[in-house]
């Protein structure tokens, strides 16, 4: 499930079984996850009152393996590092600084700020006792940032983009958390995560000033960016059933946004346009 989104540009190589994508961008490669909802056992609790034992250290390991198996210089997470709103709680804190302290020294991090991040700025980065220890972190807002020279361009996916992410040759985004609900010959049913993968119509966009001066909002067709909609890290989350009528999509330009898109599993299975699976 490899795409070459424009001659000569950039890769977006999904890893795979995972939910997870490598790109090459610039002098750097980069790996690209979403929706980690670190504490998300807790918030459970909370908010539910269910009681599930943490997955913690599973997400970190599978989240260390993923580091070994692609070596990148830097990792991007498309929002959502934690699952709380507001300032995170003893148990998801911990699970983050664990997290942190297991990551390679030299190895850069992009946050993308997501809904449920709160103030994690404050204390990620932070220089003093009160943060964790992230010299190389960087936490951008969830309109998202370009990376490289206008190639890739990440948002969490819960706000309209920035400008400079919609100049770029691809989007990428999570916040939705896809998945399809497969059928069988006898009506059994699995729900499994999903990949979107398509191109963006200008028409949601159009309207809005801070985009003005977007060349291929005018243009229109082959000349918008492709779309990359990332599944959820985190695999006991919810999410979008994308295939089941009825169902709202979470972004406030999707599905409008969609000019074309199809479905894909992780372990690269490709389903078609995502509406008729």
């Not at 980069?30 to 599973?58: C, K, N």
Request: charged fraction near 25%; glycine fraction near 12%; charge should be negative.
């Amino acid at each position: 499930m490899s795409d070459r989104f424009r001659p000569d540009t950039v890769r977006i190589e999904p890893v795979p079984g995972e939910p997870a994508a490598t790109a090459v961008v610039g002098t750097e490669r980069a790996l690209l996850v979403a929706d980690y909802h670190a504490g998300y056992e807790t918030g459970l609790r909370y908010e539910r009152g269910v009681d599930v034992p943490s997955h913690a250290p599973e997400r970190r390991d599978r989240l260390q393996s993923l580091l070994e198996r692609t070596e990148p210089d830097r990792l991007v997470v498309l929002g959502d590092l934690m699952h709380s709103i507001g300032d995170p709680g003893g148990a998801e804190r911990g699970e983050l600084e664990v997290l942190f302290e297991s990551l390679p020294p030299t190895l850069d991090v992009t946050v993308v700020k997501g809904n449920h991040d709160g103030r994690i700025e404050t204390w990620l980065t932070a220089d003093d006792e009160s943060g964790v220890e992230t010299a190389n972190v960087t936490v951008v807002s969830g309109e998202g940032v370009a990376l490289g020279s206008a190639e890739v361009g990440v948002c969490h996916g819960h706000t309209w983009p920035a400008p400079a992410v919609l100049e770029c040759d691809v989007v990428c985004l999570g916040h939705e958390h896809p998945c399809v609900r497969l059928e069988d010959e006898v009506g059994g049913s699995r729900v499994e995560r999903a990949w979107l993968r398509g191109r963006l119509d200008p028409a949601p966009f159009r309207d809005r000033p801070e985009y003005d001066g977007i060349p291929w909002l005018e243009q229109g067709g082959e000349s918008s960016p492709r779309v990359v909609v990332v599944p959820a890290f985190n695999d006991l989350v919810g999410g979008t059933w994308v295939n089941l009528p009825g169902q709202s999509f979470l972004s406030p330009f999707l599905p409008a946004g969609f000019a074309s898109a199809e479905a894909y599993l992780l372990d690269g299975t490709r389903l078609g346009p995502y509406e008729s699976v």
